[in-house]
């Protein structure tokens, strides 16, 4: 089960956490419902290397986030499994959480113990995430293949006004709120339950424009295939019949007849 959550990402509340997992700010009231000591623990066993480590610390900061952010929620749905099932144009977007850490004064060995995408075998880690300045770029981009990414989710089997919607969703808040997004796993529970009771968003077609629910329902809806008399009279494209199963040749050339 793939509890993946998209998170508006500031550089205010990153800085914060990489301060209080250093020792340099105390931990604030905010965070208690999830902070454990085993957290700035890690930071040692992650700069030897250890992944499991570092990934403790990469889910920490989704916690952070969502005290000051609603999280986006849908199981299956994220930027990882984005780009790997529905459109990998999305990976030209995407930074590895170790740059944001390091850019907030985490040390690089640390940092570099991170993976660069979820590993949707691990779970309880941090992910990829897009800067503010690409929100436009990205929310351009939905707009562009809707209907190829409405089609490519209803082939496979995903509810593309759910999962369409709360990423256009997500993309739309963060560009308003002038942030990024940041993907984690495993920091809500299936029915998107919180420990301190954040805000968290679920899919919900009522908030789906009119004219995006439109463009989504004609982009899936079935091809009607060619009737008998289109068959039978080469209406539509479609081969004139024959009895011997051949297609005449056209009107205006005469057959070769051998004499």
Same mark, same amino acid.
């Given at each position: ?22 020792? @340099? ?21 992650? *700069? ?19 005290t000051r952010w609603?999280?986006? #929620?849908?199981?299956? #749905?994220?930027?990882?499994?984005? $780009? ?14 170790? *740059?944001?850490?390091? $850019? ?35 929310? *351009?981009?939905?707009?562009? *293949?809707?209907?190829?990414?409405? @089609? ?5 089997e995903f509810d ?57 329902? $004609? ?7 060619p009737g008998l ?11 004139? #019949? ?13 057959? #070769? $007849?051998?004499?």
């Open positions: 089960m793939e509890l993946i959550t998209v998170h508006p990402l500031d550089q205010e509340t990153v800085g914060t956490y990489v301060a209080v997992l250093r020792g @340099k700010q105390p931990v604030p009231d905010a965070w208690r419902a999830w902070w454990t000591p085993a957290l700035p623990a890690a930071l040692s066993p992650a *700069r030897s290397g250890s992944e499991h480590a570092a990934n403790q610390l990469s889910h920490g900061l989704a916690l952070a986030l969502m609603p999280a986006y #929620f849908q199981q299956g #749905f994220g930027f990882t499994t984005w $780009e790997a099932r529905v459109d990998r144009g999305l990976g030209m977007l995407l930074r590895p959480p170790s *740059r944001l850490f390091v $850019e907030a004064g985490l040390p690089e060995p640390v940092a570099r113990a991170m993976p660069i995408r979820l590993d949707l075998q691990q779970g309880m880690m941090g992910g990829a995430w897009i800067p503010a300045r690409l929100m436009p770029d990205l929310e *351009r981009q939905l707009d562009l *293949r809707l209907e190829r990414t409405a @089609k490519r989710l209803h082939d496979g593309p006004y759910a999962t369409l919607g709360l990423m256009l969703e997500a993309v739309t808040y963060a560009r308003t709120q002038g942030v990024g997004l940041y993907e984690a796993m495993d920091v809500v529970g299936p029915g998107g339950e919180t420990a301190g009771g954040e805000a968290v968003v679920t899919p919900d077609r009522v908030r789906l424009a009119p004219t995006v629910q439109e463009r989504i329902a $004609e982009a899936i809806r079935p091809q009607k295939g008399l289109a068959r039978m009279f080469g209406r539509k494209g479609h081969e004139v #019949f024959s009895p011997n199963g051949k297609t005449p040749p056209p009107s205006d050339v005469t057959p #070769f $007849e051998p004499e």
